[in-house]
């Protein structure tokens, strides 16, 4: 039996005087791979802040592992890929290995030198994403894609239950993005993770994800890719003047 991971009980948000997330439902179970789509401005990327504890609601809860949020230790058994990760200077003279083991830092402590552990865990998550052999290297002098899954490796290296990633294959080429859901894929397996990743993309993603949540300020749809494609529920979030193509389409 499949148990919640993640649930929010009628989630608000506002910016100012401006309504983001309007009363959002939302239960995740474990091993889902959720695929959260909507037009841009639609609160996508805020509702995955709040789940991150980077935002605070201003009303509705969260449940995390059966617990209220201050009870479930979310800071360790979650793991955040921010929107536009790779948009960092580029000289930054971090390399590869020291940016995963930031990762640690929240089990760590300011102060703790890494040890024998943390060097090994460092390892094995490089090599779970296929830079074991790049962890000397200076990140800036990675191509995007190898960027990302830098990033997802420092997100991962706390060996958490459920990864969120915000819009995770922004500015990275066809190939990478190819390699990326094949990645994701393996990870689910190997980890028995959960996932959760914003996209605007939403026809590739229809094709990769387990279920869609559909959001413009409230929740139009949570269900499978196939009933995900009905007319109704893409109007109803996204507008009577669109029409969505996806690849089944001729």
Known sequence: MRLPVLELDKITFYYGDRMVLD????????GDFLGIVGPNGS????????????????????????????NSRRETRIGYVAQNVTSFNQGFPAT???TVLAGLTASLGLL?????????????????VGLADLQKRLIGELSGGQQQRVFIARALVA???LLLLDEPTVGVDVDAKERFY???????QE??????????DVGVVAEQVQS?????????FHGSPAQFWTEDALCQAYGSAIRLLHHGDH
């Not at 009363?23 to 474990?30: A, D, I, N, P």
């Not at 980890?191 to 990743?197: A, E, I, Q, S």
């Open 96 to 98: 590869v290995g020291e």
């Open 191 to 200: 980890r028995g993770l959960t996932l959760l990743m914003v996209s605007h």
């Open 43 to 70: 609160g996508k990327s805020t509702l995955l802040k709040i789940i991150a504890g980077l935002l605070k609601p201003a009303e509705g809860s969260m449940r995390f592992f059966g617990a209220r949020r201050e």
């Open 212 to 220: 869609i949540a559909c959001l413009n300020k409230k929740l139009f």
């Open 112 to 128: 703790r030198r890494p040890g024998r552990r943390e060097k090994r865990l460092v390892d094995e998550t490089l090599a779970s």
């Open 159 to 161: 060996a958490p239950a």
């Open 182 to 188: 094949e990645l994701l894929t393996a990870l689910r």
């Open 23 to 30: 009363q959002v439902s939302l239960t995740v179970f474990s």
